[in-house]
């Protein structure tokens, strides 16, 4: 099982898709500064964007206001 698949994998809270885009994004640094090749950077972006759509959805979610709650 791949980064990817491990993180779909898993049901996130916003917390813990934060934390994980933190992590994406410290990997992407990395790979930057070690001279990555595109395939590597694609590969990460992917995650990354991935996981920020994750992320809107579940501030969606948690913010949107339910119906029949009013």
Do not use: C
């Not at 791949?2 to 885009?21: D, Y």
């Not at 990555?36 to 996981?51: K, P």
């Not at 994750?54 to 339910?66: D, K, T």
Request: glycine share 6%; charged share 30%; net charge positive.
């Amino acid at each position: 099982m791949n980064a990817a698949q491990k993180t779909s994998a898993v049901r996130h809270t916003v917390e813990t898709l934060t934390e994980e885009i933190g992590r994406i994004v410290a990997e992407r640094q990395e790979l930057r500064a070690s001279g990555a090749g595109r395939d590597h950077l694609e590969e990460n972006r992917r995650r990354l964007a991935t996981a920020q759509s994750r992320l809107s959805n579940l501030l969606i979610e948690r913010h949107l206001p339910q119906a029949g709650a009013a």
